[in-house]
Structures are given as structure tokens and as C-alpha cells.
């Protein structure tokens, strides 16, 4: 795939991006949202387990460990989060350190395949990813969409190459987890007033 095309389809119509790197975590039990509430920097109201909400998890002292997308079923009791290779092989020991009494329970990383779908007309190219690929699931956010693939599944269409990928990235201002920041920066500097609630309950890092 051209990557001048490729980036133009990003930006102005529909592009898909390999995440196969990544993982997605899967949390449940009674206690999940309160869980969660507590360790997110963001306001994890239920989503309907359909789209899924930027946030951040951060140490004690606002250090950022993890930043994920996190998806929260109606019920509050399930909720699943995506999250880059660096971010998610921390993520899970982070939290097992704040779980003491919570009904809440922790499976994954998941074997699926990852994809994302970016660009203004991604609705179209994830419809066809649904026709095409039975079992996909499709969580949606901003400024992408994911889709959970079931596992050995290949995407019926080509992905940008990874050069393109990076550089649609650091346009849309995304962090990479081990690339753009690490445990010596502190979550506003990473420029992202769309994965932190300034008016939510306390939580973890908060101060």
C-alpha cells in the first residue's frame, strides 16, 4: 500500500492499523466500576460495553504506567481494557497491587487479533469487518475504533504499513507507552485532557 494513500485514507476517509501487538484485559465481578473508578483517571460511566473511553492509570505520584481505552458494560460488573505492549504488560500487576476485598476479577491479556480503524469514514470499513470476519467485536472511541478479532483470524483488507501508522499517531497526539512516555513524566504532560476527569471521586495518582 502506497503510504502517501495510506495516510491520506487515515486523515480523510478510512484506514485500518495493525494492533497485534496489543492486549486486551478483561475485568469482572459486582465490584468492577467502583474498582475501576478508583485506579482510572477518567469518569468510567457504562458504555454499553460497545465504546470504549481514553484513560489513564498512574501510580501514587501521578506517574503514568498505563494509557488504555477502557470499555464498561451496563452492568458496571464487566469491563474490558485495550492497551499498548508496554502499557499492557504493566497494566495488570498495577492493579492486582490496588485489589484487597473488591469482587473483581482479572483474565487476559486475550489471544485475539487487534485491529484499529481510524479516519472519518471508519463506520463503512468496520461494517465490512463485521460481514466479513463472524465473531468480530467492535469497541468505539475516539479518534479510533477498535475490533477484537477471534483468535488466528486474519483482516480481510490490508493495513497501513507501520511507518504510516506512527505518523498518524503522533498527529493525533496518541502516546506510545516506552516511546513518548514512561514512569519519569507525570500524566499532564502528556497533553491529555480527554483521558483525565478534573471533577470524578478520588483515585489513584490523583494529586
Not at 19 to 31: E, S
Not at 102 to 107: A, G, R, S
Not at 143 to 170: G, Y
Request: charged share 25%; with cysteine.
Amino acid at each position: 500500500m502506497d503510504t502517501v494513500a495510506a495516510y491520506r485514507a487515515l486523515r480523510e476517509d478510512a484506514g485500518a492499523i495493525d494492533l497485534r501487538n496489543w492486549r486486551l484485559l478483561h475485568l469482572y465481578g459486582a465490584d468492577t466500576r467502583d474498582f475501576l473508578q478508583g485506579t482510572a483517571s477518567q469518569d468510567l460511566a457504562p458504555t454499553g460495553s460497545e465504546a470504549a473511553i481514553e484513560s489513564l492509570f498512574l501510580t501514587e505520584k501521578g506517574r503514568p504506567v498505563a494509557h488504555a481505552w477502557v470499555a464498561l458494560a451496563d452492568s458496571g460488573a464487566d469491563a474490558w481494557i485495550l492497551a499498548d505492549p508496554v502499557s499492557s504488560a504493566d497494566l495488570r500487576p498495577h492493579l492486582e497491587r490496588f485489589r484487597i476485598m473488591e469482587d473483581v476479577e482479572f483474565e487476559g491479556p486475550d489471544p485475539a487479533v487487534l485491529i484499529a480503524v481510524a479516519g472519518p469514514n471508519r463506520a463503512r470499513l468496520l461494517a465490512d469487518l463485521t460481514e466479513r470476519v463472524p465473531g468480530t467485536r467492535v469497541f468505539r472511541a475516539e479518534p479510533l475504533a477498535f475490533a477484537k478479532l477471534p483468535a488466528d483470524s486474519t483482516p480481510p483488507f490490508a493495513c497501513v504499513p507501520p511507518e504510516t501508522a506512527a505518523a498518524w499517531r503522533v498527529a493525533s497526539g496518541l502516546p506510545l507507552a516506552g516511546v513518548d512516555f514512561d514512569l519519569e513524566r507525570i500524566a499532564t504532560e502528556l497533553d491529555l485532557p480527554g483521558a483525565i476527569s478534573f471533577d470524578k471521586g478520588c483515585y489513584v495518582g490523583q494529586e
